[in-house]
């Protein structure tokens, strides 16, 4: 019975190593995944910079061409001569 009972115990032991070992593999794994994502949130963030500044450069003429105002002349009203 001894005998059996040390049996029993080994075979534990061999599956906590393979448990061990499939965990280090998973993490391996997911920084792979996190590094690409960072790539492709950095060429987006490029492409957005570059239309704002165009827009930026059409409001500025808008703005020159409404600081011109052109000054209105008074008319003089002539006086009509009566008729005898």
Known sequence: MAKA???????KKK?????????KK????????KKKKKKKKKKKKKKKKKKKKKKK???????????KKKKKKKKKKK??????
């Open 57 to 67: 450069k059409k409001k500025k003429k808008k703005k020159k061409k409404k600081k």
């Open 15 to 23: 599956k906590k190593k393979k448990k061990k070992k499939k965990k």
């Open 79 to 84: 006086k009509k001569k009566k008729r005898i």
């Open 26 to 33: 998973k993490k391996k794994k997911k920084k792979k995944k």
């Open 5 to 11: 009972s040390k049996k029993k115990k080994k075979k």
